[in-house]
Nanobody, 115 residues
Framework: QVQLVESGGGSVQAGGSLRLSCLVS?????????MGWYRQAPGKQRELVAI???????NYADSAKGRFTISRDNAKNTVYLQMNSLKPEDTAVYYC????????WGQGTQVTVSS
């Protein structure tokens, strides 16, 4: 059974940094081709932040470009999201997602950025 567990969220002042981690348990190499981070702010729809395909290709939301970096450590079965120069509008619940043949989501981790 595949599970995704996020960690690393918290509260930070504007301009600060956080690194989110997504630990993947279970074997996903044959059923997952893309891993990524999404976020959902109160009253808004869930939106893409950054994704990474199995070949290493990445894609970022315009709001994340130049500030966020997605990476993965296959040996640790972990996907990361390094977030720098955080802004209050980055406040949201951040979700890890792994999809391909199947679609898996983590439970989310709260990120709060104060001005």
């Amino acid at each position: 059974q595949v599970q995704l567990v996020e960690s690393g969220g918290g509260s930070v002042q504007a301009g600060g940094s956080l690194r989110l981690s997504c630990l993947v348990s279970g074997s996903i190499s044959s059923i997952v081709t893309v891993m990524g981070w999404y976020r959902q702010a109160p009253g808004k729809q869930r939106e893409l932040v950054a994704i990474m395909a199995s070949g290493g290709t990445t894609n970022y939301a315009d709001s994340a470009k130049g500030r966020f970096t997605i990476s993965r450590d296959n040996a640790k079965n972990t996907v990361y999201l390094q977030m720098n120069s955080l802004k209050p509008e980055d406040t949201a619940v951040y979700y890890c997602r792994a999809y391909g043949i199947n679609d898996y989501w983590g439970q989310g981790t709260q990120v709060t950025v104060s001005s």
